[in-house]
Every structure is written in structure tokens, then in C-alpha cells.
């Protein structure tokens, strides 16, 4: 196996395993992984975020979007509003109930990333995210 493929299978073993332990908590309180993912990318997007954007963000179909977002809206999590530029666009922003939703997993998010990277030190992990930040940028241009 040349370097390359050992960058790739390390880089997707490490995101699955996270993945992977962060359900599994959120399963426990009563959440999940991807409403959480949903309600982060809506919040980035300051309530400019439409269901397209996450479909193409997550590569997910539009149905698959279309019934997350139900379930969020029906839960109170999220509000749909129509856009001033076109009636056939919906605009998604966090509700305040979505909000607590957010905050009340940061402590957890925050102790499983500590402990994740707590093999590293301070000065890997700061390598580690610059060259993150290389390659990400490199992939959005491409």
C-alpha cells in the first residue's frame, strides 16, 4: 500500500470513528448526528441556507433533505420562510428551540474532540490543522 492510500484510509478510520462516537453519545441524550450536522449548517449559514445547499453540501438527495427538514421543522428546530428573490426557494433558519439544541451538544463535542486529540500536542495538532486547512482549500478550487 503506497503512502497515499495510508493518508486516505487513516483520514477516513479516524472521521468514521468520530462519526461513529458522536452518534452513539447523542444517541444516549436522546439526539442524532445528522439533525445535529443539519442544524450546524443552517446556523453557518445565518438563515440564508436553502434545502439545494444541503443537498449539495452533504451529498444527499433532495428527498432525503426535504424529510430532515420536516422533522426539524415539525420539532420546532427550524423555520422555512420564503425568499424575497423567488417564491419557489425556501429559506431554512435555526429557531431559538434549535439554538439550545446546538449549545446543549458543544459540551460533549468539545470533550470528545479533546480526547480525541489528546494523543497530540499542542504544536501537532496545529500542524495537523494547518495542513487540514491546505487540503480543503485545495479541494474547494478543484
Known sequence: MNCDDQLIQGLARVYLHLQRRVNRELAQEGGSLARLKLLLFVQKREGAARA????????????????????LERDGLIVRTADPDDRRVKRIAVTPAGEGVIAASQPLRAQLLAETFAVLTAEERAQLSALLGKLAASLDEG
Open 52 to 71: 439545494a445547499d444541503i443537498a449539495d453540501m452533504f451529498d444527499l438527495a433532495p428527498r432525503t433533505v426535504t424529510e430532515g427538514l420536516d422533522a
